[in-house]
């Protein structure tokens, strides 16, 4: 597992990025810090987001729901006030959705995980691509999941949202390349963590199985046999971002150690 991040220089890089109070955001800032990017970043929880901000003396940021377009809109105000411009954005902000059949899943439910885990990104894209146009280009990296090239079932509304991603990803690649923006999606695959823990303790309690039972039986299908770390998922970002990436645009790319099915 990756125990540093990847040595590219991004000095002078403006970089926006969502959900960043914890998790993948979190450290996908403390990368892009760490190579010598700025970096703005969001959250809708203003607690995590404070601690984040407050943990280094360069990184800016504002609470944002960013399923809500005028939030959206005031976000990016704030962005490029305090940044100029924006050459990469990291649309990271994503739900679990609910983990039931189908017969259970509510209208709310489908509407809330459409709306953080693909709307987000269409309304942030689209601020971002006016700044990356008339800077003279830019990468945009959203965030997927192995569940957007793989079934998942029990969790339908995700797998949706994840492979809309995807698609999403490929179609504006297409439409922006020629001002030299960059558009890929990353797919990240069991990346240890509480949260990757507490997902599969819940299954195992409905199956009256032994949490570690469960996780074993999971990672049993991925070809490395393990977790991936999140530097791992940051490195992917901070290659994309960087020179080396300048010529992948359009892809899906899962970082994940080979998951072959999801349970």
């Given amino acids: 597992m990756s125990n540093s991040f990847l040595p590219v220089d991004l000095s002078g890089y403006r970089v926006v990025i969502t959900a960043a109070g914890s998790g993948i955001g979190k450290v996908s800032a403390e990368g892009f810090l760490a190579r010598g990017a700025r970096v703005y970043v969001s959250d809708i929880q203003p607690e995590p987001l404070s601690a984040t901000i407050a943990a280094t003396d360069s990184l800016e940021g504002s609470i944002a729901d960013v399923a809500d377009e005028a939030a959206?809109?005031?976000m990016f105000a704030d962005a490029l006030t305090?940044?100029?411009?924006?050459?990469?954005?990291?649309?990271?902000?994503?739900?679990?959705?609910?983990?039931?059949?189908?017969?259970?899943?509510?209208?709310?439910?489908?509407?809330?995980?459409?709306?953080?885990?693909?709307?987000?990104?269409?309304?942030?894209?689209?601020?971002?691509?006016?700044?990356?146009?008339?800077?003279?280009?830019?990468?945009?990296?959203?965030?997927?999941?192995?569940?957007?090239?793989?079934a998942f079932p029990n969790r339908t509304p995700y797998a949706a949202a994840k492979w809309g991603v995807i698609g999403f990803s490929k179609s504006l690649a297409m439409e922006v390349g020629r001002d030299n923006i960059r558009v890929n999606a990353i797919l990240p695959g069991h990346v240890e963590g509480d949260r990757f823990r507490s997902v599969w303790a819940r299954r195992a309690i409905e199956d009256g199985l032994e949490p570690e039972t469960v996780i074993d039986e999971v990672l049993d299908r991925v070809a490395l046999g393990r977790t991936v770390a999140v530097e791992d998922i940051v490195n992917m970002q901070l290659f994309l971002a960087s020179p080396f990436g300048a010529s992948v645009s359009g892809q899906a790319l899962s970082v994940c150690g080979g998951v072959e099915m999801m349970r």
Wanted: charged share 20%; aromatic share 2%; glycine share 12%.
């Fill in 82 to 150: 305090k940044l100029g411009g924006i050459d990469v954005l990291i649309n990271n902000a994503g739900v679990p959705g609910p983990a039931c059949g189908i017969e259970k899943v509510t209208p709310e439910d489908v509407e809330k995980t459409l709306a953080v885990n693909v709307k987000s990104q269409f309304h942030c894209s689209a601020r971002a691509v006016k700044s990356m146009r008339e800077s003279g280009g830019g990468s945009i990296i959203n965030m997927s999941s192995v569940a957007g090239r793989l």
């Fill in 72 to 74: 959206v809109d005031r």
